[in-house]
């Protein structure tokens, strides 16, 4: 079975503060995503990465950025935080195009 | 601008009659769409997934019809059951673009009542 795993379930931080997610598959999977789900809005797309040291942004980059050093490990860092960027974040990874993207767990991040 | 539109953000119905969850697209480019299935502080898990090149596709109580013409999909669940209650997240891809982004639209919440 693929599986994404995100270094934390839930965090909190302060305002100002940098903030790493880490993200890891195990499946050699070329791709690899950062999304942020808020009430209402689905899923919005922040990065992306289709190899290693290669990223694209999304819909929504601003105060994000993101490092693909090895091709299982894509992290997401918030520049310094806001509150504005209390979320949830998802981690995905796929294969090339027409595929599913498989998911972590989320990481339901607040700012205080 | 949206290119995957959830319009119905919730639905409601009783267990075992059919629930039936809509997604339309603006986008002529999309050639691959999925449904996936979202539990409270879960990620999403895929569900069920269509061509282009075909109309309908089945996997046991699910069932995803794409009307390319109306650039329309619909995901029909029968039965229903109170475990199906989770948003239900409708996702396409585009031939030609960046490898294997998939654009989502903003979900519908189902509920299934006993």
């Known amino acids: 079975d693929v599986k994404v795993t995100q270094s934390s379930r839930y965090l909190v931080k302060r305002t100002g503060e940098k903030v790493f997610l880490e993200c890891v598959q195990d499946m050699d999977h070329e791709n690899m995503f950062w999304y942020r789900q808020d009430p209402g809005l689905g899923l919005r797309l922040i990065y992306f990465?289709?190899?290693?040291?290669?990223?694209e942004k999304g819909d929504i980059p601003e105060g994000y950025s993101v490092s693909r050093e090895k091709k299982e490990r894509f992290s997401l860092i918030l520049e310094s935080a806001s509150t504005n960027q209390t979320s949830m974040y998802l981690c995905a990874s796929s294969l090339i195009h027409n595929t599913e993207a498989f998911f972590g767990q989320g990481t339901r991040l607040t700012v205080v | 601008d949206q290119q995957v539109k959830q319009n119905s953000p919730s639905l409601s119905v009783q267990e075992g009659r059919i629930s039936i969850l809509n997604c339309d697209y603006t986008n002529s480019m999309f050639d691959y769409f999925l449904w996936y299935k979202k539990y409270p502080a879960e990620g999403p898990t895929f569900l069920i997934s269509?061509?282009?090149?075909?109309d309908k596709n089945e996997d046991g109580r699910f069932t995803v019809f794409l009307n390319k013409s109306a650039k329309h999909l619909s995901l029909h669940i029968v039965p229903s059951q109170p475990g199906d209650s989770a948003v239900y997240f409708c996702a396409a891809s585009a031939k030609g673009s960046t490898l294997g982004r998939l654009y989502f639209g903003r979900g519908t919440q189902l509920t299934v009542w006993p």
């Open positions: 269509i061509s282009s090149i075909k």
């Open positions: 990465s289709y190899d290693v040291k290669m990223k």
